[in-house]
Structures are given as structure tokens and as C-alpha cells.
């Protein structure tokens, strides 16, 4: 109950379970099918064929990587997105109803001499297509 002061008021009204805890289900589900479809099917597939006499030919074919693994993919890319989002709600102070002070600031960048050089007054590079003037200039054949 400590926590609750810190809830956003929308976290305070929202009381759905699948609301707040569809995240962790997302990754107790895909560990649950990667334990099931890695570890224990290709273990009960050999020991059904060991106690019922079959010849072992064929091996346990994973059911989440039929279809080039797209299972996988998407579960990643869900999951992904999630963690990312929460992240995000973390930094911002939405979960908590206040804003982070540590939060790092990805904004624009502050442009500087970079790397600890001195700045030097130079004139910016010429524009695409521009002809180089100079005495430094390469002069080319006419076509």
C-alpha cells in the first residue's frame, strides 16, 4: 500500500488485472512455449518412442520454428516493444505520477568540437553539387 500514493491517478482507478500485468504474461508465455518446444516435447518424443518400441526416425521437429520462426520473430518484436514502452513510461514519469530527475535527456544533441579538440572557426564544407573554387581544386576535361 506505500506505493499506492506514488500511482498516477489513471493507475489508481484502473484496477483491470490484465491491464497492468499483460507485459509479464507475454514473457512467462513465450518461456513457457520455448521450455515446452525446446526441452521437454523432444524429451517425451523419445522416451514415447523408447517405451513403445518405435524405431527412432524421425527427431522432434520444433512446432515454433515451422514457418521460418516467424513465431519467434513476432514474439520478439512484441515483447521489444513492450519492454521499450515501459522504459519510456519509466523515464517520463508516467508510472509513477511524477516526473524522474535522473532520466537522461534524449533530445537534440549539443553539437560541440567533440572528443576534447579545440574549436576552430572553418568555413562549412561546399554544398552538393557545388564546383570547388581554390587554389586547391581539381580542374577536370570538359566533356
Known sequence: MSNYKNLSDAEKHNSDWMNTKWRPMMG?????VC???FMVAPILWSVLQAVFHGGINTQWQPLTLQGAGLFHVAMGAVLGIA???????????VAVGQ???SAPNFGAPAFG???GAPAVNTPPPPAFGAKPTGPGAPSFPAL
Do not use: C, H, I
Open 113 to 115: 568540437p567533440g572528443f
Open 35 to 37: 521450455l515446452f518446444d
Open 83 to 93: 519492454a521499450y514502452g515501459r522504459t519510456q513510461e519509466k523515464l517520463s514519469g
Open 28 to 32: 512467462w508465455m513465450y518461456m513457457t
Open 99 to 101: 516526473p524522474t530527475s
